[in-house]
């Protein structure tokens, strides 16, 4: 039978490789995220090349009205969810604390905690109806160590690693599934919005190493998700070769 996954946030890097990984294996998908142009494009090129049923939801994960509406107009076999994956996220901004901006910190606190807690608030109710399903959330390097400047950005990936403890624990009983997959550096529009549309500034945080693919991320995340029912991978940490850890990279011109 036809497995769906939903992936929040879609239109580009991690999510976008995710979407063309399991629509290229046959998968249903549910695919959300702000910029509606990119989803339907990608919408249009996945049904072409793999004839895949496809369903697009255009929102914001920081609104849980808009959040909660989307999943409510859900009929028939989309409610039939069988991987959440949960990589909407972003950084914004690179200072010390003390020199945050506040609005920064608040865009990051509500994308990365509190819009996957409202996206995962959504779907849990039909997952535990069915007793199946099984949640991937996007965690980091960066929710395993603080590196200089990453600071709030840090904080809420190691929210997300808490998160993922926290859900396991609680659906042991409805036999559904959690895991965490955690990047070190992957090239994708990250650094550009962290850098607001700075793309030499992004650009230069890949210069002299070759970092992670989005697809390198997808395919981690397919394997994560194929494992028979027995099989749990609570916690993948995934980095380039080329780094050791948040600080320490081999850049060589
Ligand atoms: P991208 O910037 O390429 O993609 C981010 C995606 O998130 C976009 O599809 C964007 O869609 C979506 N998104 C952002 N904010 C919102 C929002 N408020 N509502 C809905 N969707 C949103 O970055 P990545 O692919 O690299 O990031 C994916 C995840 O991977 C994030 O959680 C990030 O923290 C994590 N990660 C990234 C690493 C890296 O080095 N790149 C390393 C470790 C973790 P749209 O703008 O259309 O809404
Ligand atoms: C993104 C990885 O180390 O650039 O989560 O913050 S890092």
């Given amino acids: 039978m036809k497995r769906t996954i939903l992936i929040t946030g879609a239109t580009a890097g991690i999510g976008k490789a995710a979407a063309v990984l399991y629509a290229k294996n046959g998968w249903s998908l549910i695919l959300t995220g702000r910029r509606v142009e990119l989803l339907e494009k990608l919408k249009e090129n996945?049904?072409?090349?793999?004839?895949?049923?496809v369903l697009t939801l255009n929102f914001?994960?920081?609104d849980n009205e808009t959040v909660k509406s989307a999943f409510n107009s859900l009929s028939g076999h989309w409610r039939k969810i069988d991987v959440l994956l949960n990589n909407a996220g972003l950084a914004k901004g690179f200072s010390d604390i003390q020199d945050g901006n506040v609005a920064d910190w608040e865009v990051m606190i509500d994308t990365n905690i509190k819009g996957l807690l409202y996206v995962s608030k959504a779907v849990m109710p039909l997952m535990i109806e069915r007793k199946s399903g099984h949640i991937v959330n996007i965690g980091s390097i960066a929710g395993k160590?603080?590196?200089a400047k990453g600071n709030v950005y840090c904080s809420t990936k190691h929210a997300v690693e808490g998160i993922t403890k926290a859900l396991r624990l609680d659906l042991l009983p409805h036999k559904i599934k959690v895991s965490a997959v955690c990047p070190g550096a992957v090239y994708t529009e990250f650094s550009t919005v962290r850098f607001?549309?700075?793309k030499?500034?992004?650009d230069n945080v890949y210069n002299g190493y070759q970092p992670l693919l989005a697809n390198d991320i997808a395919e981690a995340i397919f394997f994560v998700t194929s494992r028979p029912f027995h099989v749990n991978i609570n916690d993948l940490l995934i980095m380039p070769t080329a780094q050791a850890n948040t600080s320490n990279l081999l850049r060589e011109e």
């Fill in 46 to 53: 996945l049904v072409r090349d793999f004839s895949v049923d």
């Fill in 60 to 62: 914001d994960v920081r």
């Fill in 145 to 147: 160590e603080v590196y």
């Fill in 196 to 198: 607001d549309g700075d």
């Fill in 200 to 202: 030499e500034r992004a």
